[in-house]
């Protein structure tokens, strides 16, 4: 069996995403990003629209938090874009949690 959480919630924009952006961060969660240094694992399963970030109901979702900081790191502080919200998490072992986000800074809860 391989492991696999899924995600409910998003972080929405205070202002629209610009459309460069929103084509580069959906592009991105289309690479493999297997063997390159720095990045949480194979796939980025997070996408977003002009106005929020959300989980794309991949299969085999993994390492969501950090991709989600990862994402936060290098594509939404760098276009100064502001996002806030709250997303559950729970896996296939029974964890679960939570991911606040308030101005682009990412809490994550256990629960």
Do not use: A, Q
């Not at 874009?81 to 029974?94: C, E, F, P, S």
Request: hydrophobic share 35%.
């Amino acid at each position: 069996m391989t492991y696999s959480t899924d995600f409910v919630g998003s972080f929405k924009s205070v202002l629209p995403i610009p459309s460069e952006l929103v084509e580069i961060i959906n592009k991105f969660s289309t690479l493999d990003h297997r063997g390159i240094d720095n990045r949480p694992g194979m796939w980025c399963d997070f996408e977003c629209n002009s106005h929020e970030l959300f989980w794309n109901n991949s299969e085999k979702t993994m390492n969501g938090v950090e991709w989600l900081e990862y994402l936060l790191k290098h594509f939404i502080v760098p276009y100064d874009i502001k996002l806030n919200g709250v997303m559950y998490w729970t896996d296939d072992y029974d964890c679960s949690g939570r991911i606040t986000i308030k101005d682009s800074v990412l809490k994550s809860k256990l629960f």
